[in-house]
């Protein structure tokens, strides 16, 4: 059940692919030098190893137990928490107005991986309080961040983020919850449902953000407002004080993240919770878009952080187990089944792929980092439409594929895969609630098809598939036979890529492509993973002409690239035919023949 962190090729991706160099000469991220990052990473990697990766098995069997509206974490939760806070390791990325350490969000998601690969279950909590904060800190009054921010910077109070109810899942037009003025702040009452973290015992306060309702608000998602309503109240001193009238219900009993607990909340079941307006009545579902789209992003980091723990272990499986006489064994004696060819495939999949995914999480991050900081005015406007374009990427791929991998880690397994005390199956299990958190995939995909691609008229997608082709150009002129061959699968890819979204831009209407917008978004992920895995190629081989370069490693790097590019990328033509083809019998029967 061990974890060790892959900081070599966190480091590889921040320094050698996306620029770290680059992001630390921005104004504000200055103290972002190679030598800082690299012991963060260092400093993480103990942390994670140490100790959020031993609680994880424990935290699963265990789980959390409420009982009287109180929830209690499993053993161990509390002091991993303290610890967690003590060496503020959630504030990386935070405002230095509010006791953050200013970093970019780039070094922030590269550790972020390592807590939900040691223990996604643990690495929830945080998730959502950042989340909470970016919302408070871009759309709140200066009183209500002066109150709230500094605490949930720290760690020491968490916050969440409340948004369904029992009739309203994604259609937040349904939301019935109910806020009600008086005096400086509004009563509020309500029911919301699948609150992660909504009641714990790891803080000494939660700050929830609440989406509801004014009594004259316009109907749909035009009449919803946001809310800070806190679990304790606070005094004049900056002390708790009562408890709100909030309370949780009960908590769900789920197929995975047992030790996070998803909770049913309620507010207002005597005289109503007292809450704090956010910025302006009405403009709710904009500022609670603020935290979705930061949670999107740290989402798709939980798939490819799970999916790098059930490699870990399907690799360490792989070398021990001895099964059958094998074909890639140095001797008679070498029967590791990680000497079977198939084997080897199902490895070299999971371990492109989470290359892939990580580089693109991390090269989306960056993006949003240069729109932040960068100087120039039309760079930071370019960036901010790349972040947007690849974070539904970022969130939609990469846990649909973080799913699929450690599916395949439970196969590498073989039946001991399928017997919980192996432990394979539970990263499968908590692996499977990331494709439906903060948004199903489908609900990214039409995200992607929509705001991201037809109403700028495809401008962000162009940007995008023209470094792609300046990649693609890079590769060629190499003049090395393994870039020859990932130039082979790239160019037409990105052919397809781009004949896929001309059609979608020349649709009247968004029914045709809305059947087969998974797809779309799936070939685009598998197009920008292999962007990120080529880049990781190219600079491999420059880096290989360095003296003391570690040629084993670089050449790793190469050929997973390689491999991705012969496996993966096909699949991004045979996409292009279903997006244009598909959609039309998508959609032929009527719900009665289904």
Same mark, same amino acid.
């Given at each position: 059940? =061990?974890? =060790? ?8 991706? $921040? ?25 963060? %990473? ?41 610890? +967690? ?10 405002? =230095?107005?509010?006791?953050? &350490? ?19 279950? +643990? ?44 009739? @309203?899942?994604?259609?937040? @037009? ?16 309500? &029911? ?21 309702? %004014? ?10 407002? %946001? ?49 704090? %307006? ?56 070498? !029967?590791?089944?990680?000497? !079977? ?76 895969? +399928? ?107 598998? $197009? ?12 491999? $081989? @420059? ?17 997973? @690239? ?33």
């Amino acid at each position: 059940m =061990t974890y =060790t962190a892959p900081v070599k090729d966190i480091a590889f991706v $921040l320094n050698h692919v996306v620029g770290l160099d680059e992001l630390a000469s921005l104004e504000g991220f200055e103290d972002a030098s190679k030598d800082l990052v690299d012991a963060i %990473l260092e400093e993480s990697a103990k942390f994670t190893g140490d100790v959020l990766a031993p609680l994880n098995w424990s935290g699963d069997q265990q789980g959390s137990q409420w009982k009287d509206g109180e929830v209690v974490t499993p053993d161990g939760w509390k002091e991993a928490y303290s610890q +967690f806070t003590e060496s503020g390791w959630g504030s990386l990325s935070f405002s =230095t107005e509010f006791g953050g &350490q200013g970093l970019p969000m780039t070094v922030a998601a590269a550790v972020q991986e390592m807590w939900h690969s040691a223990n996604m279950s +643990f690495g929830l909590c945080p998730l959502l309080t950042q989340g909470a904060v970016d919302a408070i800190e871009h759309h709140a009054s200066d009183e209500l961040k002066q109150r709230y921010l500094p605490k949930m910077v720290e760690g020491v109070w968490s916050g969440t983020m409340n948004l369904t109810e029992p009739q @309203a899942g994604s259609d937040l @037009a349904a939301v019935r919850t109910k806020a009600v003025p008086v005096g400086d702040h509004y009563l509020i009452k309500g &029911q919301k449902i699948y609150i992660t973290y909504g009641e714990h015992d790891l803080t000494e306060n939660i700050i929830h953000l609440v989406l509801a309702r %004014l009594p004259d608000a316009p109907e749909g998602v035009k009449g919803i407002s %946001l809310f800070v309503v806190p679990k304790f109240l606070i005094n004049d001193d900056e002390s708790l004080g009562a408890r709100n009238d909030v309370s949780c219900v009960s908590i769900e009993h789920k197929l995975g993240i047992h030790a996070s607990p998803t909770c049913v909340m309620s507010y207002g079941d005597n005289d109503g919770a007292i809450g704090y %307006l956010v910025g302006k009545e009405n403009q709710g579902l904009v500022y609670m878009f603020t935290m979705m789209n930061q949670a999107r992003h740290a989402v798709g980091v939980e798939g490819y952080g799970i999916a790098e723990r059930a490699y870990q272990k399907a690799v360490s499986y792989a070398r021990d187990r001895k099964q059958g006489k094998t074909m890639l064994g140095k001797d008679a004696d070498d !029967h590791g089944i990680i000497n !079977h060819p198939d084997v080897r495939r199902i490895l070299m999949t999971m371990r492109s792929n989470i290359e892939a995914m990580r580089g693109l999480g991390l090269e989306c991050a960056a993006a949003f980092d240069r729109a932040r900081r960068h100087s120039d005015p039309a760079t930071r406007e370019k960036m901010q439409r790349r972040g947007e374009l690849l974070t539904p990427l970022v969130k939609g791929w990469s846990t649909e594929m973080g799913v699929e991998l450690c599916s395949l880690g439970v196969q590498v397994h073989g039946g001991m895969g +399928f017997i919980e005390e192996t432990g394979a199956a539970q990263f499968l299990r908590d692996a499977r609630i990331a494709p439906i958190y903060e948004g199903t995939t489908a609900i990214q995909a039409n995200d992607l098809i929509g705001r991201k691609t037809s109403r700028d008229g495809g401008q962000g997608m162009s940007e995008l598939l023209s470094d792609m082709q300046e990649v693609l150009v890079q590769l060629k002129q190499a003049d090395h036979l393994d870039m020859k061959a990932i130039s082979k699968r790239f160019e037409p890819a990105i052919a397809s890529a781009d004949k896929a979204t001309q059609w979608l831009l020349g649709q009247n209407d968004a029914t045709l492509p809305s059947a087969t917008s998974v797809e779309f978004l799936m070939m685009l992920g598998r $197009l920008a993973g292999g962007w990120m895995i080529a880049r990781s190629a190219l600079a491999a $081989l @420059a880096l290989k002409k360095e003296d003391g370069a570690d040629h084993g490693y670089l050449d790793a790097k190469i050929m997973l @690239a390689r491999y991705y590019a012969e496996r993966m990328l096909p699949l991004v033509e045979s996409s292009e035919i279903i997006v244009v083809e598909g959609a039309e019998s998508t959609i032929s029967l009527d719900s009665a023949q289904l």
